[in-house]
């Protein structure tokens, strides 16, 4: 297994994971935001590949804004992981968020951290074993005015 940082060169291969993770109705707007996250450097984008094949990614970011729970600023930030099913549970996740962190504390980060919806609990659970500890839970409202 190798993890590696993309480039704009894996744009198609990192489209095709995010659409695993975020939907296969959404493939052009994920293209175009990634060719332009791609090349960003407070961006980083990781896949772990086993034989040339992606089987993973993960997605990281700096944040400036206010992150719940943490004290300093920025604050690397967890925007996306995804596993392909059939290598879950091998530490695949665990190398992508490694390799997330590190970067983050090249770019000056002291602090690591990420949010999932409240129904999404292998997410949490994903988030738990990986060394994270929830800081809070909220519920967001809205309205039209």
Not at 105 to 132: I, V
Request: proline share 2%; hydrophobic share 40%.
């Amino acid at each position: 297994m190798k993890i590696r940082q993309a480039g704009i060169s894996d744009l198609e291969v990192v489209t095709h994971l995010t659409e695993l993770l975020w939907g296969e109705d959404r493939r052009e707007e994920l293209q175009n935001e990634f060719a332009e996250l791609l090349p960003r450097d407070d961006v980083g984008i990781f896949l772990a590949v086993h034989n040339d094949e992606p089987v993973g990614f993960a997605q990281c970011q700096l944040r400036y804004d206010y992150v719940e729970g943490t004290q300093t600023s920025p604050v690397g930030y967890l925007e996306g992981i995804f596993v392909k099913e059939n290598w879950r549970l091998q530490g695949v996740a665990g190398e992508l968020v490694a390799a997330c962190q590190a970067w983050a504390k090249t770019k000056g980060c002291r602090e690591f951290a990420s949010d999932c919806e409240l129904a999404n609990t292998q997410s949490q659970a994903l988030h738990r074993a990986l060394g994270f500890v929830e800081a809070n839970r909220i519920v967001c409202f809205v309205k039209s005015i």
